[in-house]
């Protein structure tokens, strides 16, 4: 089961709450989202401490943006993964090409340090 | 020898005509032994006797004649009588007409010829009789029961025993005779009753039985008249007043044919009523039955509309079958669409009637239905629902040109139209799932065969290594593989990899990996190139959303060399047999499609091992490390360490067996839910 919600955070950043576990099933509604997202803001919050579990479909939907991220310049983070989250990332070497954090505020420190 | 209908009726036919020709002479020659005084002469019964077997055998032939005439309609079997009635009469109209053309002459008078006329009668009516014996007999027993099959077999043994009244029998009209024509007569009027058949008929097939019954019945009495008045009737050389069967015979099939009249007549009225229910019966067999004629949905929906109509003489009417998506799809009877939008709008102002007490007023614009409309062509209107599982289906709209116009049975029978039409489409889509089902799991079958070729049975190996592999699909068909291409006798290229996703869309994507892998090997590559390649090649080949994972590995026999990259996959578990360690190889890498251009090549690492004996590789998927049990916790990492430390004495097999077992044993009730796969190797 996989619980997103989405909203506006100050200063056109747009964060989306991820929790739960991101399957093959769920990570179709991850996808709407980050989808809708990267069409309206170019700063976007994922907050990722309540990923439970993410199997190679939800990796693969952080994947598929990645080109798309880099030639709209928009700017990604995601936060909060747990450790076993983020084992799964580096495995797959998404770490070299996402920006992932330990905390919102760090998060939102390299948002706008992109703006400067 | 069997004998068939066929042949018993010519056989019968021609005996029944001797027995004829025999009952003439014999009658004749009694005539001349009267005339001349013969004494001791031919025994007066002798035609008699004849003309027993004449009935009999006459009676074997149109029994024959019927019965084999299986299938006929009653109609039909009236349509017979009548036409042998109108040859019988036609024949006997011409022998009267010799009979007139004769009046005056010296032959007029003459016994014999009076005697050949006499007898020719006989016979016709005779024969007339049985014909419309037999045909009533059928008619009687339609639709029959066992008490009155024994009535009428009764019935039928009184007339053989009849015969032998002539026998015993020399009085006229005498009190016996009297009694048995009685008995008859009571036993015609009983039978008589029996008239089942006439409710089949509809309202033309009555009236046409109508008149051929009167015909047929204006036969019976121009034969009873004329043998009467016959002058053979009393010049004959035996009394036909003594010939109690043709009597009897007269009486029953003149009772049964005026009673048919009658109750046909009277019949007339409901017969439309009886038409509509029977045509009701029809179509909702129709209706039931269309599933299993390859009807589709939509010749149901025609039947139910058209059904409908005629059940409650709509003047007009239409059924909005609702699809998912698009407008409903509207079959119409006598109504265009046009004037079906401006009853829609006029139903807005009417008042609408419940059809039940229990309908909830509220959802009545959707819901069943009845109300008067204000339109000059039509004043109400029924409106009833197709249900399908809870799902409205559809709407079925009649109208009528009078107020009021539907009443209780009208309802009823339209719902049982509708519920039986629903249940109809309900099976055709069941029927379809479950065909389309079926065709899935054919699908997958293949898939499985072929996904279990792309596996290699036997992996390549040098003489010092064993190597074991395990793969386990969640599902069908999986997206776990492992291959081998042993480029010389130095070197042995190695793969495990893992496709995103799970089933066939994975195993689609394994197929291609397969093929990139054996390809590029062909070419004399460096291991980072040949990563590089496979990424470049697969990029070209994969959904956007999907990537692989996947190792790959040169095992160089002359130097013991393990030259490895990783391509994001889980890292390597390496056994050192010297100080009885596992660790994992945590090289860096990336997932092949992850980038799909040559930014990929900086993410490409190379590791060496040099391999000693006793070492063991492990290479293995994700389906083993995050394989959960109950409490949905996952094996994970540690588990498999521990394992190939506490098992790396054993063979190659057996540490996989060990592996696979633990992960079984750990995972409990709960089945994996991921493809799972093992390649094991173990130093020599």
């Keep these: ?116 | 020898m069997a004998l068939s209908g066929k042949n018993i009726a010519t056989i019968s036919v021609v005996f029944s005509a001797i027995s004829w020709m025999i009952m003439l002479a014999s009658s004749l020659l009694i005539q001349f032994e009267k005339v001349n005084m013969v004494q001791n002469g031919l025994p007066i019964f002798v035609p008699y006797v004849f003309y027993i077997f004449f009935v009999l055998l006459l009676y074997v032939f149109y029994r024959a004649q019927v019965l084999s005439a299986d299938g006929i309609n009653v109609i039909d079997l009236l349509w017979r009588v009548f036409v042998t009635g109108l040859v019988a009469t036609l024949l006997s109209l011409l022998a009267r007409y010799f009979l007139m053309a004769l009046e005056g002459s010296q032959h007029a008078n003459n016994p014999y010829f009076l005697i050949i006329i006499f007898e020719v009668h006989l016979g016709l009516a005779t024969a007339y009789l049985i014909s419309i014996f037999v045909v009533w007999k059928r008619l009687v027993l339609y639709q029959k029961n066992r008490k009155l099959l024994r009535i009428w077999q009764f019935f039928e043994t009184s007339f053989f025993f009849s015969f032998l009244f002539f026998f015993f029998h020399k009085g006229y009209f005498d009190i016996s005779f009297n009694l048995i024509l009685g008995f008859f007569a009571i036993m015609s009027f009983v039978l008589s009753a029996n008239l089942k058949w006439v409710a089949y008929l509809n309202y033309r097939q009555k009236w046409n039985s109508i008149l051929l019954l009167l015909l047929i019945a204006f036969y019976i009495l121009y034969f009873l008249r004329t043998i009467h008045d016959l002058p053979g009737f009393i010049a004959a050389t035996y009394d036909m007043t003594q010939n109690i069967t043709l009597l009897a015979l007269f009486a029953f099939t003149f009772v049964y044919s005026v009673f048919s009249m009658l109750v046909l007549l009277f019949n007339l009225p409901t017969s439309s009523v009886f038409e509509q229910k029977f045509e009701e019966v029809i179509n909702f067999q129709r209706l039931s039955q269309s599933r299993n004629t390859g009807h589709d949905e939509k010749q149901v929906y025609d039947i139910l509309l058209e059904s409908s109509v005629s059940a409650v003489m709509a003047n007009g009417a239409w059924l909005e079958v609702y699809n998912d998506e698009d407008a409903p799809m509207v079959l119409y009877h006598k109504i265009s669409p046009k004037r079906r939008l401006e009853i829609l709008e006029k139903l807005q102002k009417a008042k609408i009637k419940k059809l039940r007490s229990s309908d909830p007023v509220k959802d009545m614009q959707t819901r069943r239905f009845m109300a008067n409309i204000n339109d000059l062509e039509y004043r109400s209107i029924l409106a009833f629902p197709l249900y399908v599982q809870n799902r409205e289906l559809g709407m079925l709209y009649l109208l009528k040109d009078l107020y009021d116009g539907f009443n209780k049975e009208m309802i009823e029978i339209i719902r049982t139209f509708a519920n039986q039409a629903s249940i109809s489409v309900e099976n055709f889509k069941l029927l379809k799932e479950a065909i389309d089902n079926e065709r899935y799991k054919e699908q997958l079958k293949i898939a499985k065969s072929f996904q279990k070729i792309l596996l290699p049975e036997n992996l390549d190996r040098f003489d010092d290594f064993e190597i074991a592999a395990y793969s386990k699909a969640a599902a069908e068909v999986g997206g776990d593989f492992y291959d081998s291409y042993k480029s010389d006798d130095d070197r042995i290229a190695l793969t495990i990899g893992d496709v995103s996703g799970k089933g066939t869309s994975a195993a689609f994507s394994m197929s291609q990996m397969k093929a990139i892998f054996q390809s590029l090997n062909m070419i004399d590559l460096p291991l980072h190139e040949f990563t590089n390649k496979t990424n470049l090649a697969l990029g070209k080949c994969l959904e956007r959303t999907l990537f692989i994972t996947a190792i790959f590995l040169r095992i160089y026999k002359s130097i013991k060399t393990i030259e490895y990259s990783r391509a994001g996959h889980c890292p390597l578990l390496y056994y050192t047999a010297h100080d009885n360690m596992a660790n994992y190889l945590e090289l860096p890498g990336m997932g092949l499609g992850v980038l799909r251009d040559v930014r990929y090549e900086n993410h490409i690492q190379v590791g060496n091992i040099l391999y000693r004996k006793g070492d063991i590789l492990v290479m293995y998927t994700d389906g083993i490390i995050e394989a959960r049990n109950e409490s949905n916790e996952e094996y994970g990492y540690d588990r498999l360490k521990k394992i190939i430390e506490s098992s790396a004495t054993e063979t190659c097999e057996e540490i996989e067996n060990s592996i696979v077992k633990s992960v079984f044993n750990f995972c409990g009730a709960r089945t994996p839910d991921d493809d799972f796969t093992l390649v094991i190797i173990k130093f020599k």
Excluded: P
């Excluded at chain 1, 179709?28 to 069409?39: T, Y």
């Excluded at chain 1, 760090?106 to 340090?113: D, P, Q, R």
């Design chain 1, 1 to 116: 089961m996989i619980d997103i919600k989405n909203e506006l955070e100050e200063e056109g950043v747009y964060l989306i709450k991820v929790s739960g576990e991101v399957d093959a099933s769920s990570s179709i509604f991850l996808d709407q989202s980050i989808g809708e997202a990267v069409e309206k803001y170019d700063k976007i919050l994922i907050d990722c401490e309540k990923i439970e579990y993410i199997s190679s479909a939800g990796l693969g939907v952080f994947m598929s943006y990645i080109n798309e991220l880099e030639e709209k310049k928009i700017g990604l983070v995601l936060y909060g993964l747990s450790d076993k989250v983020l084992h799964v990332f580096q495995i797959l070497g998404l770490d070299k090409l996402l920006k992932l954090v330990d905390t919102k505020s760090e998060a939102k420190e390299f948002l706008n340090g992109i703006s400067l």
